[in-house]
C-alpha cells in the first residue's frame, strides 16, 4: 500500500475506533477491557488452547471471537481488539495465527485497518496523555518501569505500547524507541518474582476505570496502603519497591482497597490457558481448594 492509502485507513480506524467507545459508554481517557467491549457489541467471545492461535473472526450465524489462550495477555487484549475491528469493518471470516503487534506493516488493507482499529481502540492519544499526565512522566524521559505499569493499565504488552506512542501518536523518538525495547518485559516482571510464562500486573492509585484481570499463577502488586477483602484466592509474596505482591492460586473475585484514600479495584481471577465461553472464566471452581 502507498502512503495515502495507509494514511486513510489509519484515520478511518481511528474514526471508528472513537464510535465504538462512544456507542459501548466508555469515559473518554479510561482504559478497557476489549471483551467486554466484543461482548457489548454482541458478539461472542470464546477461549481455545492452541499454541498456534491468535484469533479468528467469523461473522455468521452470529458474531464470534475466539482468542488463543496460551497467548500472553496483551496479545490476546490486542487480538480480541483487533477481531472487533473485522465485525466493525464487515471483513467476513477470518483466521490469525499471527497478528503484528509493532508497526503494521501488513499490505492488506483489511489486516492493517484491524490493527488500526485496535491500537486506537486501547490506546487513544487521549488516554495515553492521560496517564502521562497523571503519573507525572516526561515522554522525553520515560523509564521501562513507567512504561510497563502504564502498559499494565491499558491492557496491552510492553513493546506494544512503545511501538504505538512512537510511531503512530510521535510522542517518543526513533532512538529513545530503540532503547526502551532493549529492556525485555521478562527482566521487569522478574524484579516482582514473576516469571517469562506469566504475567506482573502493577495496580496504583490511578487504576480506576478497569477490572484487575489475572490467571492463576499471575501476580499482582499494589501500593502498600491498599489491601483486599479476602486474601484466599491470593498468596502474599512480599515487598517490592513498597509494594505488595500477591500470587494468584485459585479462580474467582476479590477487591484491592484503600479506606484512607477512597480508593478501590475489583479483582477477578481465570485459570491459565482456560477454555470456553470468556463470561465463565472468572467462575469459581467448585474442585479448587480454597
Known sequence: MDF??????????????????????????????????????????????????????????????????????????????????????????????????STPETDDPDEFIANMFAAFLLMPKSIIQKALKERQIQPQRIEPMQIFRMASH???GYG???????????????????NLLRTQPKKLKAQFGGSPQGEVILVDGLWWD??????IGDILA?????????????????????????????RGYTRAFDEHEDWAANIRIASKHYEG?????????PEEEI
Not at 233 to 250: E, I, N, P, S
Request: with cysteine.
Open 154 to 156: 491499558l491492557n496491552v
Open 4 to 101: 495515502p492509502t495507509r494514511k486513510r485507513l489509519t484515520l478511518q480506524a481511528a474514526s471508528q475506533a472513537q464510535i465504538v467507545r462512544a456507542k459501548c459508554k466508555i469515559k473518554r481517557g479510561a482504559a478497557i477491557d476489549p471483551i467486554s467491549v466484543a461482548e457489548a457489541l454482541g458478539c461472542e467471545v470464546r477461549f481455545m488452547a492452541l499454541p498456534s492461535l491468535e484469533g479468528l473472526y467469523s461473522p455468521t450465524p452470529r458474531p464470534v471471537i475466539v482468542l488463543g489462550s496460551e497467548r500472553p495477555a496483551g496479545r490476546r487484549a490486542y487480538t480480541c481488539a483487533h477481531e472487533i475491528g473485522h465485525n466493525e469493518f464487515k471483513h467476513g471470516a477470518r483466521i490469525d495465527e499471527f497478528v503484528n503487534y
Open 210 to 215: 478497569r477490572t484487575v484481570d489475572l490467571e
Open 222 to 250: 499494589f501500593h502498600d496502603d491498599a489491601s483486599l477483602d479476602e486474601t484466599s484466592r491470593l498468596t502474599f509474596v512480599g515487598m517490592v519497591d513498597g509494594m505488595k505482591t500477591y500470587r494468584a492460586v485459585a
Open 277 to 285: 465461553l470468556a463470561r465463565f472464566r472468572f467462575y469459581s471452581d
Open 160 to 178: 506494544t505500547l512503545i511501538n504505538h506512542m512512537t510511531w503512530t501518536l510521535n510522542l517518543l523518538g526513533r532512538r529513545q524507541c530503540k
